[in-house]
DNA sequence: ATAACATATGAACAGTTATTCAGATGTTCA
DNA sequence: TGAACATCTGAATAACTGTTCATATGTTAT
């Protein structure tokens, strides 16, 4: 209902109104967008990346993660704890050993387009 | 050729060697790991969000985005910076405003994919 | 019950980052 | 040339985040 620009703090004169309205009214709902955002900064951290990336071929529990990545048992414990509350891996323990595997297919389709990107842009 | 696992740093021993050695050779490089946790780095940003999202609906200047985020001018300037250093976005000048639109197609595609995990899981 | 092992967790520290502020640059027009 | 405006930039600050360390929890086997 609110299209009305608020331009007072952007201390900017609004050159395109049109414009600005136009593209309010199709975004996505700001809502949307900070969760966006929050999935792509837990995507957005190098060890994340590769503890997906695995993922992506096999099932694998905390101490063989850590090996394959050659860092210790916590750090990779944390970050899988924040793979698991964005719901992008899920784990099962067995005995002693919790496997994680993921916990959605988008995953490896945004990491394709996003490889994609990177190998144009060089 | 070096598939031995260290795991002088991860204090675990190794439960799987085999599922190790077989992730680690289908693994992408790590560089290219790396890479793309800076690209998933770039959009984990509620405000470089929100300037993409609205930039797939139409080519803005800098002020209008200022505008439409209702943010100051120069917040927005210091993150199209970024997003232009990724290839994310490209520039035009026109006199004195500058408009700023998509550089990637596939920026798109990735949005939509974290778009549908996002609503798949709450 | 106790030792051994895999995993989880909380606190602390170091490094990173988004925004703001002040001011610089570049362009247009009178 | 100088005023007005759009944009850019560097420095400073405040907030956030990943890793490490020490320790806790949970499971198995002796």
Redesign the interface.
Known sequence: MDKK???D????????ED??N???K???K?E???????????????T???IL??LF??E?????I???L????SAISHQLRVLKQ??LVKNRRDGK?VYYSLD?E??K???D??????NE?D
Chains 1, 2 share one sequence.
């Open positions: 620009i608020n331009a703090s952007c201390n900017c004169t609004i050159i395109h414009v600005v136009k593209v309010k199709d975004m996505p700001e949307k967008l900070y969760d966006l955002a929050d999935l792509f900064k837990v995507l957005g951290d190098s994340r990346v590769r990336s695995a071929h096999a694998m529990c905390v101490c063989d850590a090996a394959l050659n860092m210790n048992q964005s719901r050993v959605d988008h995953v389709s945004i990491f387009q996003g490889l994609i990107h990177i842009k």
